[in-house]
């Protein structure tokens, strides 16, 4: 109700509200599934504390995509407590609201980062305009207004491109200049703030062929003439099926909720009008999911965690594979194991009782023949000094060398289901802050997104000549693990390599170390 009145005060109408209350009946995915179904709703806007089944609020998502309505979703209690009993980095990383933002993206929602937006975003999507691209013009009477909205749409990644030389000619003209106007924002203090004038002006905007979008300033000096500027925005939607919205600074309640009632959307923030036009951009249509592939399991798959051994056996049952690996028992084992390697390896404990090795000392890498067996004895002192069980064994592993450290792991969410980590690896995987997320089951194209969200991704496409490393192959991998937790559905509860080498361009990947945790 509380929202309905603001709306009403900002000239904002509602089609239809309703409460799901505690849900013990209907859920928020039955009412947007309604709403989809629904001819009067054109937007559905969601206040969302919990989705209680996943499928059926996907179901609910796509039947609003198929009706070609909006759906936008704020998402109250972002808090991280879901991650804090997680074995795995993936885990830590990988906390609730992160899958949420997730699986919003993914069934095509459209996120409100605030409650305002909650408002907002409708207003603007109900116009039914899209954006075909990024690019937006600002017409103002007022530089420094267009300068905050120029701002906050570079924030967000869209662009306020300078005029192309016909759309430039026919503003000079337009706007009085003995030249063509090239800059953006445009201003037409200049000119003066007349009917005419910001018409004309607004309309060469929007039909220019490299703009997408226009933002009409409704400035001081418009304030005490609404209707110079309220016409010329009206007269400019009339004329374009663009996205053209207002920003009216200053504050102005009356001519706000005038161009709302006018069917214009109008904001009194330029963060706003940057949030709602990157939210106008037209969406790519869904994928298609993945194929099925069958898989041949290992036998004897224990519960609880896997040892690396078990682990990467697993792994290598859907297509990612590791370095050669001997296990082994003694000093004198190992040294024989690294001879075999060729010298230059990696020692590690074999435990299903420590998840992270490199934090106990149970991780040595670049070890010659001579030197790996009394690094065995030293690291198996060092474990039992902290109380740590006794290993399983000792693997001496080849080293990897030429690659990329990522870190791939899968968790599953108690309320959301499986989820997908990609991301920079290596000891520093939790602090880098560079990592991405989409939810199960992946679609075709997925995994290749993935790559997108990611700063890494720059060194693994070569960079400052650098060679270029197995894209292919690490999207490979990315699947192959969305095949896993397809296959092991509920037994699977978190898995994890880490690092996973991306190595040089068809090289292939190699997993150095993997997490398993499979349930009863």
Known sequence: MARSCRGAARGIGFCKLASTGNEADLDIADLIAAYAADPAT?????????????????????????????????????SEQGARAAVSHTGAMAGEDRVYDALFRQVGAIRAESFSDLLDLPAMLAAGRKMAGPRVAILTSTGGAGSLVADQCGMLGLEVPELDAATATALGAILGQPGPVIGNPVDVTLAGVEPAIMTAATQALLASGTI???????????????????GAIRSGAAASAKPLIAYVSPHAPHILARLNRDGVPAFAAPETCATVLKAALAAPPPAAPLPRVEAQLPAALPIGVLNEVEARALFAAFDVPGPETHVVQTADGAEQAARALGGSVVLKALSREIAHKSDVGA?????????????????AAGLAAQDLPRPEGYLVQAMVRGGIEMILGLRRDPHLGPMILLGAGGVLAEISGDSTIRMLPLATGDARAMLDDLRITRLLHGYRGAPAHDIDALVAAIEGVARMAEVLGDRLSEAEINPLFVLPQGAGVAAADGLVVLAG
Not at 44 to 64: L, M, N, W
Not at 212 to 230: E, K, Q, T, Y
Not at 369 to 377: F, N, Q, R, T, Y
Request: proline residues 5%; hydrophobic residues 50%.
């Open 42 to 78: 054109t937007v559905i806007a969601a206040y969302v504390e919990g989705i209680r089944s996943v499928g059926k609020f996907r179901a609910a998502a796509q039947a609003a995509r198929d009706a070609g309505k909006p759906l936008v979703v704020y998402k109250v209690g972002r």
């Open 212 to 230: 997408d979008g226009v933002v009409v300033v409704v400035g001081s000096s418009a304030l005490a003439r609404p209707d110079v500027a309220a």
């Open 363 to 379: 991780v040595r890498v670049g070890l010659s023949v001579p030197e790996v067996g009394p690094a065995l004895d030293a690291m």
